[in-house]
Every structure is written in C-alpha cells, then in structure tokens.
C-alpha cells in the first residue's frame, strides 16, 4: 500500500521533526513527532484501518509508522491522541501490543465513556483508568526525549478533546481544519461550538510561526491533494471559518447551519466502542469472536 506522507523538519534545539502521513478512508491524518537530538519519538493519532461493511481490522498505517520508526533508528516513547475519534478506530491497543510503549490520551475520556455507556446501554464497558496508560489533564507536560510536551484541554469537538503542544508544534487534531476547509464539526455527543470558539482562539494565542497539525483533510473543491499543516500566522489570516477575525456568536451560527447539513462518520458506532476501550475490540465471546454493538435508531 503506497502512504502519503510529508516531513515538516525541525526549526532547531526544541522543535521537532513532524512527519504526517495520511489514511485516505477517513481522510485522517497522522503524526510521528521525533526529538533530533535523541532520536525519540512520539505517535500521535494513529489509524487502525477498518473496512466497516467487513467489520474487518488491519494495520496498513500503523505498521508503517512502526516501520519508519525502526528504519529511522527511532525509539518510541508515547502513544498518544488526542480524543476518542468518532470517524476511525484508533490502534493505540495493538501499537501498545508490539511496542510495549504507554498510551495516553486527556482525562476527560471518563465523562465521555459516560455519555456513550449510556448510548450503547453497556453499563460496565469502558474503564479508562485502565484502558489508557495515562490520563492528563490540562497544562500536564512530558517529555521526548528533549522535547517538552505541554497538554491543553480544547473541548469543542468533543468535551475532553485535547491538543498537544511540542515546542513549536501544535497537534491540533480536530479544531482547525486546513485554512480553506476551514474547523472541525462540533455536533456529536459531548460537542460545543461555543466551547470550540474558546478552544480556536487559544490556539491562536500561539507566536505566528508555531506550526499546527491538523487531525483531517477531505481535500476541498479547488484543492485534490491531501494537506495537514499550516501556522498561527496563517489560519489567523486565511481560515474560512475564522480568518480576519470572526465574532464568537457569528462562528457559532455558522457552525451549526453547517453540522446540521452533515452526515454521521460511516465508522462513528463501531469506533467509538472501540477507542473508549483504548483501542481494543469488545471482548471476544465464548466462540472467540468479537462482535459490535450497534443501538437502532438513536441517531
Ligand atoms: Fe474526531
């Protein structure tokens, strides 16, 4: 299988070398977030492909990431993302398996374990506690090798939706889209565009050089070539959404007459059992198979 990816080097002592790399099914986007000096690495939002009318799992994309990071003579540190995705399962569980390396993801994950135990009636699923190697919590650091890492929590999207800060790279997941596709939906169980205003406007607090990384890109109509990354400076000129200055009461209007026309990620009813359990499919049954859990006519 052929993987865009794209390397964004290091700015110096304390930024790091970002290579993204692109699932084109979900139309997510990934990171490896390297220390030059040390040669370690960190993973960021890591796709565990999924062919949803199968109900069948593969590890295309994380197996290359773990590829580039032997070939590169990296050392992996972290396993992290950014919130429970509602488009892709994530393959922080199998990533965990091979590598032996923590998961980690924000702590509000337990308040949105809360709100789909409930929609899946599945009282006692989900422990994150467990399921998650570390839970942190907004302005938690760690580290990569040199590199320090700062956490924010940014809900919006979803309500424990987090962003990763690496010197002068922001891992922004869903918040900012690409300048001219514009910010992320807000419209799933847990999500606020007013709460994705406040979380925008801080990321835009960052110096104008800081680089953002974006967690998906669908292309646009005048644009066919997957992009991820981009600048403070630029998103605060240029974004479709927000660009030259956009009133809070203004985006959320316009954010939800623009959820309201969206449809549900194809993936979204088996993703998120999946990614609130870490990564990991439901316990197989005595037969040894796992199987989904799907609620009729909820959404
Ligand atoms: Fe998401």
Partial sequence: MDILSKASPSNGSGSPRVVGFYEPVTGSCQYIVVCEATKKAALIDVVLNFDTAAARTSTEHAQWALDYIERKGLELEWILDTHPHADHLMASAWLKERTGRPTAIGEKVRDIAGLWRELYNMPDVFVPDVDFDRL?????????????????????????????????????????????????????????????????????????????FIGHDYGTDDR??????????????????????????????????????????????????????????PKPEADGNSYFKIPANRF
């Fill in 136 to 212: 942190f919590a907004h302005g938690d650091t760690f580290r990569i090798g040199d590199l320090e890492g700062r956490v924010l929590l940014s809900p919006g999207h979803t309500l424990g939706s987090i962003t990763y800060v690496v010197g002068d790279a922001i891992f922004a997941h869903d918040t900012f889209m690409q300048p001219d596709a514009g910010t992320a939906r807000c419209d799933f169980p847990g999500g606020s565009a007013k709460a994705l205003y406040t979380s925008l406007m801080a990321i835009l607090d960052y110096p104008d050089e800081t680089r953002i």
């Fill in 224 to 281: 066919e070539t997957p992009a991820w990354e981009s600048t403070v400076g630029e998103q605060k000129a240029a974004n479709k959404h927000l660009g030259g200055g956009t009133s809070e009461a203004a985006y959320v209007e316009l954010r939800e007459a623009r959820d309201a026309t969206l449809g549900l990620p194809k993936q979204m009813l088996h993703a998120l059992q999946v990614n609130l359990r870490g990564g990991r499919l």
